[in-house]
C-alpha cells in the first residue's frame, strides 16, 4: 500500500513537473510570457455581446496554455486608457478591447506601446500593431430568418432593433431576405429602442409588435427582453448573440451567435509563432466566428433541413447573402441580378429591402 | 391607438404608482427624501436574491421591502436624528444604492426568475370588474402586484385624510414645532414614514426585476426614481392622484413604440424626449400657480430643532 502511494506521488509530481515545463515552452516569446488582457463593456454574465466574448477568452486559456486577464464594465471612454495601461503594468502583451467605442483611444495608446499588440472589434482604426477585427453575423441571420419566415402565420415578423447603424440595418436586411426566401408575403416590422440594453424598454417595444399581430419577434439588442415578451404571448422568437434558450424555453427558436474563439485562439497562436502582423479580419460562418445556435423544437418542421441546406451553400461559398436582384422598400432595384453587395456598401448601408416595414431614419 | 397600449401603460406605470406612494408619503411627514431611485435598486436586487434563493415570492417581496426599508433608515438616522442636511442624505443614498445594487448582483447576471414564481405574478382576470368592457381590460386584467397598487394608493388616500395618525402626520409635515407642542412624537412619526415610504420603493424595484423584466440587469430603475420625485409635485401630494400620475407617465414612456408603426414626421428621438419635456412643463406650471390645496408640506425639507421653536 504505502509502496503504492509513493508510486502515485511520483507520478503526480512528474506530471505535473512535465506539464508546468511544457506550459512555460509554449507561452513564451523570447524569454517573455505572453498574456492577453481583454476588456469588456458589459458584465460577463450579460447573456450577450460580452458573454460571447469571454467564451472566447475561456477558449485561448484553454487551447494556448497562456495567462489572460479581463476587466468588466468599462465605459466608452477615456478611461479605458487607464484600463489598459494598467493591464500592460500587469504584464499583458496582447490586448483585445472589445466594443466599437474604445476605438479612438485605443489607436492612441497603441502609438505609446509600439510593443503591446492591440486588436480592436468592429471598428475601422489600424496602425503597425492594432488589429480591427469583426464577424459576417449576417449571414447565421439570413439563416434565422429562414426559421422565421417558415413560422409566421400572420406573416408579420416583428424586429426590436437599437440603433438606426449600419451594422444593425444591413443585419435587418439580411434577415428579411432570409423570411421572403421562403415565405415572399411576410413582412418586417422594425421598431427602435435607442438602447443596446434596458430590458423594460425592449420588452415594450416586443409587445407593441405582438399587440400589431407579430408572431415571431427577432431582435438586434443585448438583453433578452424581446424573448420573454414572446414567451409571455405564447408566441416564438429569435435571440441574438448567445443562446437565449434558458430565458424563453417556450418561444425561443434559435440565434444568430457569435463564436470568437477560433479568431482570439488564431491570434495567440500567430504571436507565440512570430508571424503576427495588424490586420482587418472580416470573417464568416467558415471560419466559424458566427453561427447559428442549435434549432429548438419550437421551430417548424423542415426548418432545420431547408437551413441546413443554405448554410451548406454559404460553407462552400456558392452563396452570397446579398447576391442579387435585390430592391428596397420602394421597389427599385439596388443590386441587379448577377452581382452582390460590395463590402464597402455594406458597411454602409442605409437602406431597407423590399419587405421591411419601418424606416432607417430618426424621423 | 387600442385597449392594449393602456394595459400596457398601467404596466409601464406600475413601478412608478409604488415609487410615487412611497415618496409622497414620506414628504408628508416633512422629509424629503432623494434616495428613491437608491432604494428601488436595493429593493430589485434582494427581492430578485430572494427569489432565487427560495423561490418563494412572499420570501421575495419581504425582502425587497426590507432592503428598501434598510435604506430608508440609514436616511432617517441620518436627517432626524443626526439633522443632516435632508438633500444630501438622499443624493447619497442613491449613490450607495446603486452600488450595493451591482455589488450584490454580481453573479445573478444571466438568471431568470423561476417558472412558478412566474405564475404567482402573472395576469389574471377579476371577477365582474374584469368583465367591464375597455375598462376591465385596461385595469381589470392584470397581475398581482398592479392590483395591490391600486388598493395601496386608496387605503394611503383613506390614511391620510380620514385617520387621527393621517392628521397628526399632516401637522408634522405642514407645522412641525406646532404638531410638538400638541404632543404629537415628531421623530417618531419622521421616522415611521420615512421607513414606510422606502418599504414602498423597495416593492417598487421589485416590480421591475421580478415582474417587468424578469431577470436580473444592473440599474434595471434607469432614471425611474427620478421621475417619481418629479411625479409627487405633479400629484400635487394627494394620494388619490397617483394612479393618474402614474399611468400618464407609464404611457408616455412606451408611447413611441406605438406610433412608430404611423407615418408621422416627428422625430424619433422627440418621443423618446416626451416624459422629461412633459415633467419639466408640469414642475414650471405648479410653481407658477400656488393654489393652497396643492402645495407641498410647509415643513418639507426643513430639519426640525425643538430648541428654536
Same mark, same amino acid.
Given at each position: 500500500m504505502k509502496k503504492l502511494t509513493l508510486f502515485s506521488v511520483l507520478v503526480l509530481s512528474a506530471l505535473i513537473a512535465f506539464s508546468g515545463c511544457g506550459k512555460k515552452d509554449k507561452t513564451t516569446i523570447d524569454g517573455k510570457e505572453v498574456v492577453m488582457g481583454f476588456i469588456y463593456v458589459g458584465p460577463i454574465g450579460d447573456g450577450g455581446w460580452t458573454y460571447a466574448h469571454e467564451q472566447g477568452r475561456k477558449a485561448v486559456e484553454k487551447e494556448t496554455g497562456i495567462r489572460t486577464i479581463f476587466k468588466e464594465t468599462v465605459p466608452e471612454g477615456a478611461e479605458v486608457k487607464d484600463v489598459i495601461r494598467s493591464m500592460i503594468d500587469q504584464g499583458a502583451t496582447i490586448i483585445a478591447a472589445t466594443s466599437f467605442g474604445y476605438m479612438d483611444y485605443v489607436a492612441e495608446i497603441a502609438k505609446e506601446f509600439p510593443a503591446i499588440k492591440f486588436l480592436h472589434c468592429s471598428g475601422y482604426k489600424m496602425g503597425e500593431n492594432l488589429s480591427t477585427y469583426f464577424g459576417r453575423i449576417e449571414q447565421p441571420r439570413y439563416l434565422s430568418g429562414i426559421v422565421a419566415g417558415m413560422k409566421t402565420k400572420t406573416n408579420k415578423i416583428g424586429y426590436v432593433a437599437a440603433f438606426e447603424i449600419p451594422e444593425v440595418v444591413r443585419g435587418i436586411n439580411a434577415f428579411t431576405l432570409g423570411v421572403r426566401?421562403?415565405?415572399?408575403k411576410a413582412e418586417v416590422h422594425v421598431r427602435w429602442t435607442h438602447t443596446w440594453y434596458d430590458p423594460a424598454k425592449e420588452k415594450e417595444a416586443a409587445k407593441a409588435l405582438l399587440d400589431e399581430k407579430c408572431d415571431v419577434i427577432a431582435q438586434h439588442q443585448d438583453t433578452a427582453g424581446p424573448q420573454q415578451a414572446a414567451e409571455e404571448r405564447g408566441m416564438f422568437s429569435v435571440g441574438y448573440n448567445s443562446d437565449m434558450a434558458k430565458m424563453a424555453p417556450k418561444a425561443y427558436m434559435t440565434a444568430p451567435v457569435w463564436n470568437w474563439g477560433p479568431y482570439y485562439v488564431g491570434e495567440v497562436k500567430k504571436v507565440l509563432a512570430g508571424t503576427w502582423k495588424a490586420s482587418d479580419y472580416w470573417g464568416g460562418m467558415k471560419d466559424d466566428i458566427v453561427q447559428l445556435a442549435p434549432i429548438t423544437a419550437n421551430a417548424p418542421d423542415g426548418a432545420e433541413a431547408k437551413v441546413n441546406d443554405i448554410k451548406k451553400k454559404i460553407l462552400d461559398g456558392t452563396f452570397d447573402v446579398f447576391a442579387g436582384p435585390i430592391k428596397d422598400q420602394k421597389g427599385t432595384v439596388k443590386v441587379p441580378a448577377g452581382s452582390a453587395l460590395a463590402d464597402k456598401d455594406q458597411l454602409s448601408c442605409d437602406w431597407f429591402v423590399e419587405g421591411v416595414v419601418g424606416k432607417t431614419k430618426g424621423k | 391607438m387600442d385597449i392594449s397600449f393602456f394595459a400596457a401603460a398601467v404596466v409601464a406605470g406600475t413601478p412608478l404608482l409604488y415609487a410615487i406612494l412611497g415618496e409622497l408619503i414620506t414628504e408628508k411627514s416633512g422629509q424629503l427624501n432623494l434616495g428613491v431611485e437608491g432604494m428601488m435598486l436595493m429593493g430589485a436586487v434582494i427581492g430578485f436574491k430572494m427569489a432565487i434563493i427560495t423561490g418563494n415570492p412572499y420570501l421575495a417581496l419581504l425582502g425587497a421591502m426590507a432592503a428598501g426599508g434598510f435604506g430608508a433608515i440609514i436616511y432617517a438616522v441620518l436627517t *432626524?436624528?443626526?439633522?443632516?442636511n435632508q438633500v444630501v442624505s438622499g443624493l447619497t443614498l442613491t449613490i450607495f444604492g446603486t452600488g450595493f445594487a451591482s455589488f450584490m448582483g454580481q453573479?445573478?447576471?444571466?438568471e431568470i426568475v423561476p417558472p412558478d414564481m412566474k405564475l404567482f405574478f402573472a395576469d389574471f382576470k377579476i371577477p365582474f370588474l374584469g368583465d367591464i368592457p375597455i375598462l376591465g381590460q385596461i385595469?381589470?386584467?392584470?397581475?398581482i402586484l398592479v392590483y395591490s397598487g391600486y388598493l395601496l394608493t386608496i387605503i394611503a388616500g383613506l390614511y391620510i385624510y380620514r385617520t387621527q395618525i393621517g392628521l397628526n402626520l399632516r401637522a408634522v409635515g405642514e407645522n412641525t414645532a406646532a404638531a410638538d407642542a400638541a404632543g404629537i412624537h415628531v421623530s417618531l412619526y419622521k421616522y415611521v414614514h420615512v421607513i414606510i415610504g422606502g418599504v414602498l420603493c423597495g416593492l417598487a424595484g421589485a416590480y421591475l426585476s421580478l *415582474?417587468?423584466?424578469?431577470s436580473w440587469q444592473e440599474n434595471v430603475t434607469a432614471g425611474r426614481g427620478w421621475i417619481a420625485v418629479a411625479l409627487v409635485i405633479f400629484c400635487k401630494w394627494n394620494p388619490y392622484r397617483v394612479m393618474m400620475g402614474a399611468f400618464l407617465f407609464g404611457g408616455l414612456d412606451i408611447i413611441g413604440f406605438r406610433i412608430q408603426k404611423f407615418d408621422i414626421h416627428i422625430s424619433q428621438y422627440i418621443i423618446d424626449l416626451l416624459p422629461y419635456i412633459v415633467t419639466i412643463v408640469i414642475l414650471i406650471l405648479v410653481s407658477v400657480r400656488k393654489s393652497h390645496s396643492g402645495s407641498a408640506p410647509a415643513s418639507l425639507g426643513v430639519s426640525y430643532f425643538r430648541e428654536e421653536r
Open positions: 426566401s421562403v415565405n415572399p | *432626524v436624528t443626526f439633522r443632516a453573479g445573478l447576471m444571466g385595469f381589470f386584467n392584470q397581475g *415582474v417587468y423584466i424578469p
